[in-house]
Each structure stands twice: as structure tokens, then as C-alpha cells.
């Protein structure tokens, strides 16, 4: 997923950056109601993690729900992507304010990472309709939930960069994504891009899931081959 993260504290921002990225996510992170607004119209996010007590603007200090003003603004012009708001233990107005301003569900701090990714799994799945939490094509079965990808059954390893490309895929078989779509999965804007990464681990996931499974055309992009 490509998440846009909203938080001031730097010791929490940094170390949920870290985590979320070692689990095959791009991340961008942002430190106060002004940047995150801006972020949020320049770019599409498959979520955003929103501390709810932000700086309202840049070098300032944060307050209690600064965050609520990016929400309204979101939904305000119809923008569907979907929110976690994080909050402090004792905000309870806050998280109800936070869910009547349209965020998807909410996490009080400290919360282990474990919850957090849980929680984003199963926004992500009502956001995108569906029930069951596996993504299934053509004999693959990718599980979101436990990271574990089989194909007829039998169990393939992936890196967690394969894994993200190829669950970009699956998302939305038979559509062609470009390499930049793909790249965005990937990365976050402070990563430093390698030319031919998208490339490669497209090459490295046909070694893996046998040459046809994805397509490429040409100076457009990959998609996911039909079932045989
Ligand atoms: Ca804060």
C-alpha cells in the first residue's frame, strides 16, 4: 500500500515509518495539518494514518484535534481514501469527533504494531468490498493477512517488494499498471528509486510463478494474465 502517514512526534513517526516499510509499504510522512493537506490533494494513498493532535500550522505546537481540519477537508470534497485516526488515551470526544468527520476506524496510542496492521487490512478490504481477506487469480492465492502466497496450492516464497507488486496486481486483475503505479506501491518519496527495480522484481516473480504469469505490454505496463 501506498500510505500517507500524519504524525508530529518523531520517535512515533519514525519508528512506525520504519515498520510499515519493512512490511512492503510505501510511506510518506508528513508532520502537521498544512502538509498533509497538501500531500492529500497532489496525490492518491491507499490510506492515511492521522494523528489527531497536529500542529494547525508548520512550526507550531500541536493541538489536541488540529488533525479533525484534514479530515473534514477530505471528505468535505468527496475523497473516499480511507483514514485511521490515532489518538491520545484519554481523547474519547476526539475518536467520536474522528468517526463523525469520516474516518474508517481509529487506534489509541501506545497501540502495538501488530493491531495497526490488522486494522489497515481490514479498512483496506471493506474499502475495496470484499469479504474474504485473500486475493485469488489463475491458480494464485495471496493472503494479505499472513503474507503467504500459493500457487496451486504449494507455498512461494516472495521478498517484500515482489509480494507488493504482485499483490498491486491481483488488486486489479486484468488491468494494465504502468511502471509508475507500480513504482509508487514501492517507494515514498524520500526512496531513492532504482531504474529498473519494477523490472526486475517482475522478472523475479515469473521465475517464481512461471514466465506467463504476467503480461507486459509494451511502453504501457503489466497485468496479470488470464486463467489458462
Ligand atoms: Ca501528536
Redesign the pocket.
Known amino acids: 500500500m501506498r500510505l500517507l502517514l500524519a ?3 518523531r520517535m ?1 513517526g519514525d519508528s512506525l515509518r520504519q515498520a510499515l516499510r519493512l512490511e512492503g509499504h510505501a510511506v510518506d510522512w508528513v508532520y502537521d495539518v498544512p502538509a498533509a493537506q497538501s500531500a492529500l490533494a497532489a496525490e492518491r494513498f491507499d490510506l492515511l494514518l492521522l ?4 500542529p494547525a500550522r508548520a512550526g507550531l505546537g ?1 493541538e489536541p484535534s488540529a ?1 479533525l481540519a484534514v479530515l473534514r477537508a477530505l471528505r468535505g470534497r468527496g475523497d473516499t481514501t480511507p483514514v485511521i485516526v ?1 489518538t ?1 488515551r484519554d481523547a474519547t470526544a476526539d475518536r467520536v469527533a474522528g468517526l463523525d468527520a469520516g474516518a474508517d476506524d481509529y487506534l489509541v496510542k501506545p497501540f502495538e504494531l501488530d493491531e495497526l496492521s490488522a486494522r489497515m487490512r481490514a479498512v483496506a478490504r471493506r474499502h475495496a468490498g470484499r469479504a474474504d481477506p485473500a486475493l485469488t487469480h489463475a491458480g494464485i492465492r495471496l493472503d494479505p493477512a499472513t503474507r503467504q502466497v500459493t500457487q496451486q496450492g504449494r507455498p512461494v516464497l516472495l521478498s517484500a517488494r515482489e509480494f507488493a507488486v504482485l499483490q498491486a496486481l491481483m488488486q486489479r486483475p486484468g488491468a494494465v499498471l504502468s511502471r509508475a503505479q507500480l513504482e509508487d506501491r514501492l517507494y515514498g518519496w524520500g526512496d531513492a528509486v532504482e531504474s529498473n527495480a519494477v523490472s526486475v522484481y517482475v522478472h523475479q516473480l515469473r521465475k517464481k510463478l512461471g514466465a506467463d504469469t504476467i503480461q507486459s505490454m509494451r511502453g504501457v505496463g503489466y497485468f496479470l494474465a488470464a486463467a489458462p
Open positions: 504524525e508530529d512526534d512515533i494523528d489527531l493532535g497536529l500541536a488533525g490515532l491520545a
